[in-house]
């Protein structure tokens, strides 16, 4: 029996499901095992474009949507997304903390962060922001200065972002370069926001390695590396009472076609690998005619579903004799990958980012530096079935051990609950 006090949490969050990313599901994940540990646990998520505040239900929990007005003109849409929201949601979110008698506020993206940490001084509790990608060191949240290109940005110089400009903007690049003042002041603005909060979580190792490196205002930030949660057991559930969705062995990809998920380089690996399975490809973006075509072209038999349900994308994964995962992006912990590791399907990656915390070459799956590599390595895959199930076993056994949600909560209720013993550096 636990003898630790319950907490009241309010998490802030950008997104939250039935209809969201990795990041909304990965934020549901940690609310329903606060839940399950016996907090209490308070949910808002701000909602551009939304005539009026509302309240929502999912799964058991309450979502509080604050409203906001968010025009669809670039840069003028992110500063009413940014300087503008700020100031309103932390007056709601100090509102709701008051009325709910909030111990401390969790703020999950770049939308809440800056807001939860302003309410938390206002209230005088903790505040705790979740880092899951580069939104406080890159104003595109990504470090990827040319979206055409594998190379990292090195920092946001004022040079570096008019480079960031010009694949984005087009013919209207010298347009838009008045605009770096207000983006490299909104960096810094984010960054100020963050070094005001009482602990920064960092969903990998490489995350809070280059948070640090990259940003002097979070050198003296308590940085903590702690994972997305998985709901291992619910995962595995659910993938068995569905259907398999096809008969015979099929490799597929799961996530965004864009170039820093490595759209352009899945059917390369595909041709290298001269791969005899059909390959499924759910998701969507703007690489999707590009890679209909080559396959045409390439005779390859490449299925693009476009984007499913949950449901039916999880299915997907879970029948699949292997997952090629060819991002290039600096992934921060890809929900792709704890996913397929958790069901136990046999993984191709490229290695990025805090893509090692789950695959270990050689140990839980292949990773790989060049799309040749990753090519090779699907190959081996098809042809080695002993070592993809060997790789495949060990993955789930990783994930369980690491990543599942009871442990990861626990994990985050021990951090708050130093937090709340230190007082917070609002209180």
């Given at each position: 029996?636990?003898?630790?006090?319950?907490?009241?949490?309010?998490?802030?969050?950008?997104?939250?499901?039935?209809?969201?990313?990795?990041?909304?599901?990965?934020?549901?994940?940690?609310?329903?095992?606060?839940?399950?540990?016996?907090?209490?646990?308070?949910?808002?998520?701000?909602?551009?474009?939304?005539?009026?505040?509302?309240?929502?239900?999912?799964?058991?929990?309450?979502?509080?949507?604050?409203?906001?007005?968010?025009?669809?003109?670039?840069?003028?849409?992110?500063?009413?997304?940014?300087?503008?929201?700020?100031?309103?949601?932390?007056?709601?979110?100090?509102?709701?903390?008051?009325?709910?008698?909030?111990?401390l506020i969790h703020a999950q993206h770049t939308l809440t962060a800056p807001a939860a940490v302003e309410a938390g001084r206002s209230l005088g509790i903790p505040v705790v922001c979740t880092v899951r990608d580069y939104w406080p060191v890159c104003y595109w949240s990504t470090l990827i200065h040319d979206p055409a290109s594998p190379t990292l940005c090195p920092s946001c110089t004022r040079a570096m972002m008019a480079r960031c400009l010009r694949p984005r903007t087009g013919v209207a690049w010298p347009v838009a370069l008045p605009v770096i003042p207000y983006m490299r002041a909104n960096l810094r603005r984010k960054q100020h926001a963050l070094a005001g909060a009482d602990a920064v979580v960092a969903v990998s190792s490489v995350m809070a390695d280059d948070l640090r490196a990259r940003s002097s205002l979070l050198h003296s930030v308590r940085i903590e590396v702690i994972p997305n949660p998985v709901d291992v057991a619910g995962l595995r559930r659910g993938a068995a009472a569905a259907p398999r969705p096809m008969a015979g062995p099929y490799a597929v990809f799961v996530g965004k076609l864009e170039h820093n998920k490595g759209a352009d380089y899945l059917l390369p690996a595909v041709e290298r690998a001269a791969l005899p399975w059909p390959l499924i490809v759910v998701g969507d973006g703007a690489r999707r005619g590009a890679i209909e075509q080559a396959a045409r072209a390439a005779g390859r038999d490449v299925r693009v579903l476009g984007w499913q349900t949950r449901e039916t994308a999880l299915a997907w994964l879970a029948g699949a004799s292997l997952l090629v995962f060819p991002s290039y992006g600096p992934e921060s912990l890809s929900r792709v990958l704890l996913e397929a590791a958790a069901l136990g399907v046999p993984i191709a990656a490229m290695d990025t980012g805090g893509t090692r915390d789950i695959v270990q070459h050689g140990a839980t799956g292949l990773l790989s530096s060049t799309p040749e590599a990753l090519g090779d390595d699907v190959a081996r895959l098809v042809a080695d079935r002993p070592l993809a199930d060997r790789l495949a076993s060990a993955a789930r056994a990783h994930v369980e051990a690491r990543f599942d949600a009871p442990s990861v909560a626990a994990r985050i209720e021990a951090l708050y609950q130093d937090l709340q013993s230190r007082g917070g550096r609002h209180a």
């Amino acid at each position: 029996m636990r003898q630790q006090a319950l907490m009241r949490i309010l998490i802030a969050t950008d997104a939250y499901p039935p209809v969201c990313g990795g990041s909304g599901w990965s934020t549901y994940e940690l609310g329903r095992a606060l839940q399950a540990r016996g907090h209490g646990v308070t949910l808002v998520q701000p909602r551009p474009g939304a005539l009026s505040d509302a309240v929502r239900e999912y799964d058991g929990l309450s979502v509080r949507e604050v409203a906001f007005p968010a025009p669809s003109i670039p840069f003028i849409r992110n500063y009413a997304k940014n300087e503008r929201l700020w100031p309103r949601l932390a007056a709601r979110l100090c509102d709701i903390a008051r009325a709910e008698r909030i111990d401390l506020i969790h703020a999950q993206h770049t939308l809440t962060a800056p807001a939860a940490v302003e309410a938390g001084r206002s209230l005088g509790i903790p505040v705790v922001c979740t880092v899951r990608d580069y939104w406080p060191v890159c104003y595109w949240s990504t470090l990827i200065h040319d979206p055409a290109s594998p190379t990292l940005c090195p920092s946001c110089t004022r040079a570096m972002m008019a480079r960031c400009l010009r694949p984005r903007t087009g013919v209207a690049w010298p347009v838009a370069l008045p605009v770096i003042p207000y983006m490299r002041a909104n960096l810094r603005r984010k960054q100020h926001a963050l070094a005001g909060a009482d602990a920064v979580v960092a969903v990998s190792s490489v995350m809070a390695d280059d948070l640090r490196a990259r940003s002097s205002l979070l050198h003296s930030v308590r940085i903590e590396v702690i994972p997305n949660p998985v709901d291992v057991a619910g995962l595995r559930r659910g993938a068995a009472a569905a259907p398999r969705p096809m008969a015979g062995p099929y490799a597929v990809f799961v996530g965004k076609l864009e170039h820093n998920k490595g759209a352009d380089y899945l059917l390369p690996a595909v041709e290298r690998a001269a791969l005899p399975w059909p390959l499924i490809v759910v998701g969507d973006g703007a690489r999707r005619g590009a890679i209909e075509q080559a396959a045409r072209a390439a005779g390859r038999d490449v299925r693009v579903l476009g984007w499913q349900t949950r449901e039916t994308a999880l299915a997907w994964l879970a029948g699949a004799s292997l997952l090629v995962f060819p991002s290039y992006g600096p992934e921060s912990l890809s929900r792709v990958l704890l996913e397929a590791a958790a069901l136990g399907v046999p993984i191709a990656a490229m290695d990025t980012g805090g893509t090692r915390d789950i695959v270990q070459h050689g140990a839980t799956g292949l990773l790989s530096s060049t799309p040749e590599a990753l090519g090779d390595d699907v190959a081996r895959l098809v042809a080695d079935r002993p070592l993809a199930d060997r790789l495949a076993s060990a993955a789930r056994a990783h994930v369980e051990a690491r990543f599942d949600a009871p442990s990861v909560a626990a994990r985050i209720e021990a951090l708050y609950q130093d937090l709340q013993s230190r007082g917070g550096r609002h209180a």
